[in-house]
């Protein structure tokens, strides 16, 4: 491995790391009796800067060493977790990500200056602002005489297995041979068989079984990989084991170093800490911990003796109060392009099995065949490997969280507010495509929410809030997507302040009556900006409209619901994954559309005359319930709204928002998985359609919008007010 690929390494493990610090930040803040965060911070930034200072980067070094010296200081306090200084170690450490950022990329490294003094002064000398010294020591020469060493072969354990097996054990077909060729492949085997108990051939009955079986083994394999071997027919078989310690392992008169060890913890402290100086004399055991401290004298060890009363004092508790560790599975890092393809040969992969079915679909017609068995089996083979495939690419939506804890500290350093970050399903996992396209949105939702929502902290205990402001982020799946939404429990929006500004920049004709869901939508119109003067945080008018524009491309959705004096909640509704969907095929007016597995209810075959006409609307009765229909092909211009077919197929679909309807096709021709193919990328937006497949036969077929189709037809999108804007801002 050269060293390139050892930076690369290490900036990864900095990026780790730095997830750590993020983490223990947000712990702290909702508990901060966790102080063991306070160490997990210091031994981040200590790994980091060990690392940066293996590669020369002094700038990264220097600084990284002043946020320790910091965090040192605030560790071995008495309440670490409730320290005020630990809001500048959080800034500092944004910096710090902002050092290494710059550092990996070889940009100009931040100006850290400013922190540094703020650190020095916060800590009130504790730490110093001269460089960290570098250590000085003479070489010490040592004498490698070869020594003769004679070589041993390590013993093995010695183990015997005694087997009996019953006529059970034969007739489930095992063999004794096999079980002694399992365990020869762990060591050297020898079998001796005891047929003393065989009787005379008048005697002998078939049904019983009179041979037993001595196996002794000799291996150095765990005593585990021995007893998995043999379990399996432990309920067909008597069996004995019993193991032989390997001689000569130790003299009988050594100290057992458990018993004289235990109780003593492993110190995690400063490595200037000066060590104890052990000097052992000879048959006496005095042990001389310091000059000018008297002797201890510890008598000679037994193998009965106990461990000392020290040992096992404090025991009990510190298993008690030691916090359980967790089991993590090894990973492997791989490049994302390598992951890509991987999706991408996937993807073919569908496309041909699926050109494949509708190939042998055509040439026979029985079911039962051996083809159409085989095929079946591969459909279900097909599957099972994209679902592991599209598993790989999956994340949880927390990295991206995580940093918006960091968005939180700035916002409210430039607004004199007060907030916290809380969340909720950060370990909710979609694609790794869709949480790359995550971060810019979150970034404006998050400022425009301290920016606009969160209010001042007098004006908050004004009202009989809580001074410190909260911003909930949270994730979760439903109906087949993911849901991320941003809710503050600010001012809300002033709805007559939106009117104002949007009537003012032209956006609105003076007058215009619009609903709250109609002013609500204003805030993503491009420009629009309710901030009277120009910030770092407001001013400009781009912030939600990015989100929406963002959100768009990756075929997702917004949505803002704001109650005033209580706060604003805006919902982003995203695909799980932008590769391969489950659907099902319709036909309307010769054309074949995809319908989202996810989003349809059920399906039903109704003739012309079931469906009713109330003030305009078509409308089908559903159980006692009249559920609107929408006429696809009509909608999408390929017949006109009065022709409707004599007998037709109804999917009965909800939307995101729990709104319900009937899209009439023609007929229906079964579900199958699709590639997913971008028509944004590749062709332009369309209404009503969120993308494009290619179906088996070499054809395209459109994905259906299922809740733009419904918002809009039913008018549930009130005002679209990306559109309007749109047309007239060309205008």
């Known amino acids: 491995m050269d060293l390139d690929s050892i930076k690369v390494t290490f900036f990864q493990e900095c990026a780790d ?38 590669f020369g980067f002094t700038e990264l070094v220097e600084f990284a060493h002043k946020v320790e010296n910091g965090l040192d200081v605030i560790r071995n306090e008495a309440d670490p977790g409730r320290d005020p200084r630990l809001d500048l170690i959080a800034s500092a450490c944004d910096q710090l990500s902002d050092v290494i950022a710059a550092t990996r990329d070889g940009g100009e490294i931040p100006d850290t200056s400013e922190f540094v003094t703020r650190l020095v002064e916060a800590f009130a000398g504790d730490i110093s602002d001269e460089p960290e010294p570098e250590i000085e020591f003479d070489a010490v020469p040592i004498d490698l005489t070869p020594l003769a060493l004679e070589e041993v072969q390590p013993a093995g354990t010695t183990h015997t297995i005694t087997i009996k097996p019953t006529l059970a054990f034969y007739q489930r077909g095992n063999d004794v041979q096999k079980l002694a060729r399992n365990l020869a492949d762990l060591g050297e085997l020898s079998v001796e068989t005891d047929s003393a108990h065989v009787p005379n051939l008048g005697a002998f009955d078939s049904t019983k079984s009179y041979l037993s079986f001595t196996l002794r083994l000799v291996t150095e394999s765990p005593d585990d990989e021995v007893t998995d071997i043999i379990e399996w027919c432990e309920g067909d078989c008597e069996i004995t084991h019993s193991t032989d310690a ?26 200037d800490e000066p060590e104890a100086e052990v000097a052992i004399d000879g048959d006496a055991e005095t042990v001389t911990e310091l000059p000018g401290e008297p002797p201890v004298e510890i008598p000679p060890a037994t193998e009965a003796q106990p461990a000392p009363a020290i040992a096992t004092k404090d025991a009990p508790a510190a298993q008690k109060d030691k ?19 991987l999706i991408n040969l996937m993807g073919e992969a569908v496309i041909s099995q699926a050109m494949l079915a509708q190939s042998l679909s055509t040439e026979m017609d029985n079911r039962d065949s051996p083809s159409q068995n085989m095929l079946r089996e591969i459909e279900r083979l097909m ?22 804890s960091r968005i939180v500290r700035e916002a409210c350093s430039g607004t004199g507010k007060k907030a916290v970050l809380a969340l909720e399903g950060e370990n909710t996992e979609v694609d790794t495509t869709v949480i790359e396209g995550l971060s810019d949105p979150l970034t404006h939702m998050i400022r425009n929410a301290i920016d606009h929502g969160i209010e001042t902290p007098e004006d908050r205990r004004a009202k009989g809030k809580d001074e410190q402001g909260t911003i909930k982020l949270s994730a979760c799946h439903q109906s087949g997507r993911i849901v991320v939404s941003v809710e503050d429990d600010g001012a809300g929006l002033n709805r007559e302040r939106l009117v104002q500004k949007a009537t003012e920049k032209g956006i609105i ?7 709250e869901s109609e002013i609500d939508n204003l805030i993503f119109a491009p420009g629009f900006s309710t901030a009277e003067q120009l910030t ?42 932008l590769a391969i969907l489950d659907g099902m095929v319709v036909r309307a007016a010769d054309e074949i559309f995809i319908v989202p597995l996810s989003c349809v209810l059920e399906t039903l075959s109704v003739a012309r005359d079931s469906i009713h006409d109330i003030g305009g609307q078509p409308v089908v009765k559903v159980r006692d319930t009249l559920v609107p229909v929408i006429n696809i092909a009509a909608r999408l211009g390929f017949r006109t709204m009065d022709e409707m077919p004599e007998k037709a197929t109804l999917l009965i679909v909800e939307s995101q928002s729990g709104a319900s309807a009937a899209l009439l096709v023609d007929q229906f021709d079964g579900q199958q998985q699709f590639v997913i193919k971008s028509l944004e990328a590749n062709f332009g937006r369309v209404s009503d359609v969120s993308a494009a497949t290619i179906l088996g036969t070499g054809r395209i077929a459109l994905i259906l919008d299922v809740d733009e189709i419904l918002e809009t037809a039913l008018g549930l999108r009130q005002n679209n007010s990306s559109l309007l804007v749109t047309e007239r801002a060309v205008a």
Do not use: W, Y
Request: charged share 25%.
């Open 17 to 54: 790391q730095l997830a750590e610090v993020e983490q223990g930040f947000m712990t702290l803040q909702s508990d901060p009796e966790e102080v063991d965060c306070v160490h997990a911070i210091f031994r981040a930034i200590h790994s980091i800067k060990g690392g940066a200072g293996a």
């Open 323 to 341: 916090p359980a560790t967790l089991k993590t599975s090894p990973t492997i890092r791989v490049e994302s392009d390598r992951v890509d393809r």
């Open 246 to 271: 390997p001689e000569g392992d130790a003299p009988d008169d050594m100290p057992d170093l458990d018993n004289l060890l235990a109780g003593f913890e492993s110190a995690e402290g400063d490595d």
């Open 383 to 404: 599957r099972e490997i994209q679902e592991s495939v599209m598993a790989i690419r999956a994340q949880p939506v927390k990295p991206v969280f995580m940093r918006m």
């Open 536 to 577: 770092d945080l407001s001013g400009r008018g781009v912030g939600m409209d990015v989100v929406r524009q963002s959100i768009q491309a990756l075929g997702g959705r917004v949505s803002i619901s704001s109650n005033p004096g209580h706060g604003t909640q805006i919902r982003l509704s995203l695909p799980l994954t």
């Open 509 to 515: 004709e003076p007058g215009a009556e619009l609903s």
